[in-house]
């Protein structure tokens, strides 16, 4: 039968206090919060750009020319 291991003791300190996982823990830590901003821009609607004033067509560009506009 295999003894259960202690929680929180699967590695040796001196392998997690080195550099390389303190390197690879800020790389996860930054793709976290990168892919949870854009998880977010994703859910909520782009702000539409409402265009006023002069900025309209002066003219119809439709098909029908005739229409109103």
């Known amino acids: 039968m295999i ?4 929680a929180g ?3 040796p300190v ?5 550099g390389w996982v303190a390197v690879l823990a800020s790389f996860v830590a930054v793709n976290t919060i990168l ?3 854009l998880a977010l821009l994703k859910i909520f609607p782009a702000p539409r750009l ?3 004033g002069r900025s ?14």
């Open 3 to 6: 003894a259960p291991l202690p």
């Open 56 to 69: 309209r067509r002066a003219e119809t560009r439709s098909i029908h020319p005739d229409d109103p506009v």
């Open 50 to 52: 409402t265009h006023r």
């Open 14 to 18: 001196e392998l997690l206090q080195s």
């Open 9 to 11: 003791l699967l590695f």
């Open 35 to 37: 892919y949870m901003a």
